[in-house]
């Protein structure tokens, strides 16, 4: 999987899972946008830690590998490990969430 799909999808689906835990919550502790009257605003770090490989073909890219593909890989393929975070707000509700 390209790398830029893999981190898209993975935050797309984090996010529809603090919403739904969010609607489905007991209570009000999830994703607090504000607390009474003050808002709360923290930017949470997504921490990805992801082997890959260089893809040459079909235009080039970088390729999240699975357990699978690392079993399968050539000595002729590098595989390097990268570490990257990205900050997210899950305390941010949008209007249409609120109503």
């Excluded at 994703?31 to 080039?60: C, D, P, Q, R």
């Excluded at 357990?67 to 390097?80: C, P, W």
């Amino acid at each position: 999987m390209d790398l830029s799909k893999f981190v898209s999808q993975t935050l797309s689906e984090i996010e529809e899972g603090v919403r739904s835990a969010r609607r489905n919550a007991k209570g009000p502790w999830i994703a607090l946008g504000s607390v009474g009257e003050a808002e709360v605003w923290e930017a949470e770090k997504i921490t990805f830690e992801v082997m890959v490989t260089t893809v040459a073909e079909g235009g080039g890219g970088i390729k999240v590998l699975s357990f699978g593909d690392l079993k399968a890989q050539t000595s002729r393929e590098a595989v390097q490990k990268i570490s990257f975070n990205i900050p997210v707000f899950f305390n941010s509700i949008r209007e249409e969430e609120t109503e």
